[in-house]
Structures are given as structure tokens and as C-alpha cells.
């Protein structure tokens, strides 16, 4: 089996390779096809059809045969007036639509979660490269704590601390390890490519814009998808109840012909004043009038209860969307302000550490006396260390979190095509 070496892959690839490989996106194109065919459909019932047949009788007929016998016979047959079915062409419509727009809806709910996925691995392999340098520092302070409790200098708990710390460390490396492996496994099933194959490349991802609820709100295509269904549905009953007092008319011709060989196979002739004309034809419009029919007045009432039940769909789903961006919103503003802090903790967490790299290296300026401060040693060194990686930690998470609320949020306000725009300009 040949190694696999994995190649460094742009969000953009990984976002338009999740979109060609997901099953939603495939079923949602499916139902876009059906779509079109029933559109097709309601508006062929317009165009004539034409039936060619031709048949001769297997034995001798004996009585009257039904029907003039015909060797060759052709019928076209198409609705010529109908008011419902104008309706059903206009709820088709509406149908097509929905399923368009449910499709552009299920590529950036892909996109959501390839972007998300991307954006977390490549945090995550900050933090693993970031706690595998802790490691290091911690195995440090516990060389030094085993020298300075063998000297008698430090107390065992202080070394035993000390190899708490770096046990820690080791399990949270276990942890990220394995949520980078799961995230791994996320993207190469959302890509279709193999797993442990993609390197995520941060220049390529763009700056996620700051929205807010009232930042110029629009539709999401998923909730204009479930207005234009509710349409379709209210289309459909209007043309259920036409169907139950309006005329319909259609159009039917046949033509036919027969030959003398029949007559050796049948005596039909023998029941007719006139011998059958070998050439036949008819034509003719008809006009049904519905006066009672109970199956179309049951079939409407199941019409317009899906039409209302599609309509009140829509306004809970609008109303669970209002409430998403509330809370999203609401927890932009804590996210923002933790990332704040996390940032500013990281800038002190790293002057702290050039701080005490100057003592370490020049001393702390202070005579020894009493009173005096003690002289830094080696171990604060390293604690320092694990603490600035840790507060740089810290700040990736809460980057990363800021960072997928706001990708939710563009999604909300309907704003997600903005950002893969965006994206491929990148």
C-alpha cells in the first residue's frame, strides 16, 4: 500500500469538493430534477398526444365483433381548456422554485460545516504544536524539581506537582490528538478524500465579518424555500377546488384504417347497410361538467390542510430564526469580549515570560539583603513558559469560538453567499 503524505488544501478547495461530494447536496439536485419533470409534466397535458396501434384477429369472429375493425388506427388526444390545470402549472412553478432554492440552502449548510471543520483542525493543530512545547517545558521542571528534592532544597510535593503538570499536559495532548483525528475523518468524509490527507493552510482563510441583527437582514434560501412549498401547496388546493364546479374541455381525434383481408376473418360487414370505408376519421371537443363528485371535494379539503399546515411551517421556522439570531447576537457580544481578554492575557503572559528571562539573565537588580526579593530560578523559567503557551491557547479557543458563531450568524441573516464569495476571491 503506497504512504499516504498529506498535501497542504485551501478552505476553498475543501468547501467546493464538500459541496460536489455531499449526499444532501445530491438528494436536494435530485428533487430539483423532479421538480423540473413535474413542471414539464403539467404543462404537456397541453400537448397533444398521439397513439398509434394495429392489431388483426387471431380467429374467425362469430356474432357481431364491438367496434370497427382496424388494422391501423391513430389517436391524439390533449386537454384543450382547463382553469385548475392553469393552477397546477402555476403551483409547479412555485415547486421548481422551492427545490432551487433548497438546493442553494443545502451548499451552504455544506460550506457551514466544511468551514467550521477546516477552521477548528487548523486551531487545533496550533494548540497540539503549542502543548507539545509545554511538554518539553514541563519535563524540564520536573529535571529540575528531582535535582532540587534530591538536594533537599524543595519539599516532594513541589516535585510531585510538578509531574501532575506534565501528566496533564500529556492528557490533553491525548485530547487534541484525537479531535484533530476526528476532525480529519469530518473533512475526508465531507471532501470524499482520503483521511489524514489534508493540511489546513490559514491564508487561506479569509476575515469573518462582524455582523449584527440589524446589518441589513435577508431571507436564508431554506426559509424562501418553505414559502415558495407553502405557495405550491396553496396553488394546488385552488386548483383541487376549481376542479369541483369548473368545466373542462378536450380535444380527441382517430383515424383508422382497414382492409379487405379482415373480411376473411370476420363478417362485421354483414351488420352494416354500407360496407366499413377502408379510411376512417373523427374529431370532436368535449366539455365535462363536474356536478357531484365527493372524491374531488375530499381531495380538496386534504389540499387545503397541507397548504395551511406549509404556511404555519413557515412562520415557526421564521420565528426559530429571529430567535437563533438573538442568541447568536447575544453571544457574539460575550465572545468577542472573551477573545478580548484572552488576547490581553496572552500579551501579559508573554511580557510576564520576557520578565523573568531578563532576571534569569541579568538578575533582579535588588541587593541581597533583607528584604530583598529572591533571586529567580531556573523552575520559574519554565513555569513561565507554560503559562504563556497555555494563556496562547487559551486565545486560540476563544478566536475559534468567536469565529463560529459569526459564520453562524452570516448564515442566519442570510448572508453565507457573501462569504463564499468571499472565499473564492480569497
Do not use: C
Amino acid at each position: 500500500m503506497p504512504l499516504l503524505l498529506p498535501a497542504q488544501v485551501s478552505l476553498t478547495t475543501v468547501v467546493d469538493l464538500a459541496q460536489r461530494n455531499s449526499s444532501a447536496v445530491k438528494l436536494a439536485q435530485a428533487d430539483l430534477q423532479k421538480a423540473q419533470a413535474a413542471l414539464a409534466q403539467t404543462k404537456d397535458a397541453f400537448v397533444p398526444s398521439l397513439i398509434f396501434g394495429s392489431g388483426l384477429p387471431a380467429f374467425h369472429t362469430i356474432g357481431f365483433m364491438p367496434g370497427v375493425p382496424a388494422t391501423f388506427s391513430g389517436t391524439v388526444q390533449s386537454m384543450a381548456f382547463s382553469l385548475s390545470q392553469h393552477e397546477y402549472i402555476g403551483a409547479a412553478n412555485f415547486g421548481l422554485k422551492a427545490a432551487a432554492l433548497s438546493l442553494q440552502d443545502a451548499l451552504e449548510q455544506v460550506a457551514l460545516d466544511a468551514s467550521t471543520a477546516y477552521i477548528e483542525l487548523e486551531t487545533v493543530n496550533r494548540e497540539l504544536d503549542a502543548v507539545r512545547q509545554q511538554e518539553a517545558f514541563a519535563g524540564r521542571l520536573v529535571g529540575i524539581e528531582q535535582q532540587r528534592a534530591d538536594a533537599g532544597v524543595d519539599p516532594l510535593s513541589e516535585l510531585l506537582q510538578a509531574q501532575l503538570t506534565a501528566a496533564q499536559l500529556k492528557l490533553k495532548r491525548l485530547h487534541l490528538e484525537t479531535r484533530a483525528g476526528t476532525l480529519n475523518k469530518q473533512l475526508a468524509v465531507l471532501t470524499g478524500l482520503p483521511a489524514g490527507s489534508i493540511t489546513t493552510d490559514s491564508s487561506s482563510i479569509p476575515e469573518i465579518p462582524a455582523m449584527k441583527a440589524d446589518d441589513a437582514p435577508r431571507t436564508t434560501s431554506g426559509l424562501q424555500s418553505a414559502q415558495m412549498l407553502a405557495n405550491y401547496k396553496q396553488k394546488i388546493t385552488r386548483g383541487d377546488r376549481m376542479s369541483e364546479y369548473l368545466p373542462e374541455i378536450s380535444f380527441s381525434a382517430q383515424y383508422s384504417s382497414t382492409t379487405d383481408i379482415l373480411g376473411v376473418l370476420n363478417t362485421v360487414d354483414e351488420y352494416y347497410r354500407k360496407p366499413i370505408p377502408p379510411v376512417n376519421f373523427s374529431s370532436g371537443f368535449q366539455i365535462q361538467f363536474p356536478l357531484f363528485d365527493m372524491s374531488r371535494r375530499a381531495k380538496a379539503k386534504v389540499s387545503a390542510a397541507e397548504a395551511l399546515r406549509a404556511t404555519i411551517e413557515v412562520e415557526q421556522a421564521q420565528r426559530q430564526n429571529d430567535v437563533q439570531i438573538a442568541e447568536l447576537t447575544g453571544s457574539l457580544r460575550e465572545l468577542d469580549t472573551l477573545a478580548e481578554i484572552a488576547s490581553l492575557k496572552k500579551q501579559i503572559a508573554s511580557e510576564q515570560l520576557q520578565a523573568v528571562l531578563s532576571q534569569l539573565e541579568l538578575g533582579n537588580g535588588a541587593a541581597a539583603g533583607p528584604g530583598a526579593p529572591p533571586q529567580l530560578t531556573p523552575k520559574a523559567e519554565q513555569l513561565a513558559r507554560i503559562d504563556e503557551r497555555q494563556k496562547y491557547q487559551d486565545a486560540l479557543d476563544a478566536g475559534f469560538d468567536l469565529s463560529k458563531a459569526r459564520l453562524n450568524l452570516l448564515r442566519a441573516l442570510g448572508h453565507m453567499e457573501d462569504w463564499l464569495q468571499e472565499l473564492h476571491a480569497k
